[in-house]
């Protein structure tokens, strides 16, 4: 069971831990933009031969889920704690989310289908 600064011993604990702190479907939205951001900037910097625009590949991923932990879901973002496991977490939650299967994962973590929902403590 994750404390509450999020450690967690392995990633199957970390996960559900992941889902709850992204409760608010506004907070996933902004992680979204940034999941999305991030390889737009990766591929731009890539076939233009941009290279200082590498630097703004973490900025561009990382700005809008921080923004939206800060303002929206008003918590610590779980990078700070495992930095590895929320970024694959965070396409995890993205292709779930594509491929219409974000609900269940986010029920099987304990998440409310509510606009603002927060997970029960």
């Not at 506004?26 to 992680?31: D, E, F, M, Q, S």
């Not at 951001?37 to 731009?44: D, G, I, K, N, T």
């Not at 590949?57 to 704690?81: D, K, L, Q």
């Amino acid at each position: 069971m994750a404390g509450k600064q999020g450690r967690c011993a392995t990633y199957s604990e970390f996960w559900p831990f992941y889902l709850r702190e992204h409760a608010v479907p506004a907070t996933r939205v902004w992680h979204f933009i940034g999941s999305t951001a991030a390889p737009v900037v990766l591929a731009y910097a890539l076939l233009t031969q941009t290279w200082w625009a590498l630097l703004l590949v973490p900025v561009a991923g990382y700005f809008f889920a921080w923004v939206a932990h800060a303002f929206v879901e008003h918590n610590r973002p779980a990078t700070f704690t495992h930095p590895w496991w929320s970024l694959i977490s965070d396409y995890r939650m993205f292709y779930l989310f594509l491929t219409g299967r974000l609900r269940e994962e986010l029920v099987r973590a304990g998440v409310e289908d509510h606009p603002h929902a927060r997970p029960a403590e």
